[in-house]
């Protein structure tokens, strides 16, 4: 299944970016701890590399990710001389109280009443950056929800005389070109209801759980998931949960629904979904499967078009 998900109002967000982008001297770009990889919008890296603008990309939800693997993160992303990583999470006061510095590092020649630093907050859907922004302000000015797209148009606050804050509606991508991005994404609730079907969004889900952290799943539904693939796992929460359609057989929708929202509520236990080798592996196998797929379309291509001269010349 191929996930995509790009309602209208992204696009004139990332417009209206692109314009704001040349009068920010900093992007705050939020991202999911659990999948910081599939959860960078490259429209965000796109723009702010056009104007070299520095970025402090944080690892927002750090209490829902594997600290491992976090950890391989932000050494990831800080080979990067332009970027600061920060794993953090928005429920401590004492994390976010560090962002401010942080951002100030990047551009230490702003930060004064006639040149005020400013920031642009940037992600996709339901990271975490309204609450990040309300907890900066230490006010509500940012609506939020557990929901993707909750933000819908730009805003600039300033923070204090010295600090002016800029906020943007989720970013999307027009095109997800890798599959399992679509699904991480999808499983931690990135994407719009609409745009999936959640059952085999929770098939991947236990798939990838089967090879990553199976004692998770032993500990939480009492399974035996040696001999398990995705969907049996889904069949075993039904069965363990008591969760029945008409005949005995299980409800595989409402299992599928338990399962999602025990990984997005971290109730199964700290979770990433990606690693940067994991990733470095994934993008490689896309990367051969686009070009056998171009060198068929090429060659079909060639045949078609074989055809078509030898029917001209027997006319």
């Excluded at 490689?284 to 001269?309: L, P, S, T």
């Amino acid at each position: 299944m191929a996930i995509q998900w790009f309602p209208g109002h992204m696009a004139a967000a990332k417009k209206k970016a692109a314009e704001q982008m040349a009068d920010v001297d900093v992007v705050i770009e939020v991202v999911d701890a659990r999948l910081p990889e599939a959860s960078c919008n490259p429209l965000v890296e796109e723009l702010r590399k056009f104007r070299g603008r520095p970025c402090l990309k944080i690892l927002n939800k750090v209490d829902l990710a594997d600290p491992d693997a976090t950890a391989a993160w932000v050494t990831h992303y800080e080979r990067d001389p332009d970027v600061t990583a920060y794993a953090m999470t928005t429920k401590k006061p004492a994390d976010v109280a560090r962002v401010i510095d942080k951002v100030r590092a990047l551009a230490p020649h702003r930060g004064q009443p006639t040149k005020p630093l400013r920031m642009m907050i940037m992600g996709i859907p339901n990271v975490g950056k309204s609450t990040l922004m309300n907890a900066l302000l230490k006010r509500r000015v940012a609506k939020v929800g557990d929901e993707p797209a909750v933000t819908k148009q730009q805003q600039k606050i300033y923070l204090d005389l010295n600090t002016v804050l800029i906020d943007t509606p989720g970013l999307l991508w027009p095109k997800i070109a890798m599959p399992s991005d679509g699904l991480m994404l999808a499983a931690s609730h990135a994407i719009g209801a609409n745009a999936l079907i959640e059952e085999e969004v929770a098939v991947f889900l236990a798939e990838e759980l089967l090879r990553r952290y199976p004692a998770l799943l032993k500990a939480r539904y009492g399974l035996k998931v040696e001999a398990l693939d995705g969907i049996g796992v889904v069949e075993g929460v039904a069965m363990r949960r008591g969760y029945r359609v008409r005949g005995g057989e299980p409800d595989f929708e409402k299992a599928s629904h338990m399962l999602l929202q025990d990984y997005r509520s971290g109730v199964l236990g700290r979770i990433s979904l990606e690693t940067p080798q994991t990733r470095e592996a994934a993008l490689a196998i896309h990367i051969e499967a686009e070009r056998v797929k171009a060198e068929k379309a090429a060659i079909k291509a060639a045949e078609k078009e074989a055809e078509r001269m030898k029917g001209k010349r027997g006319t």
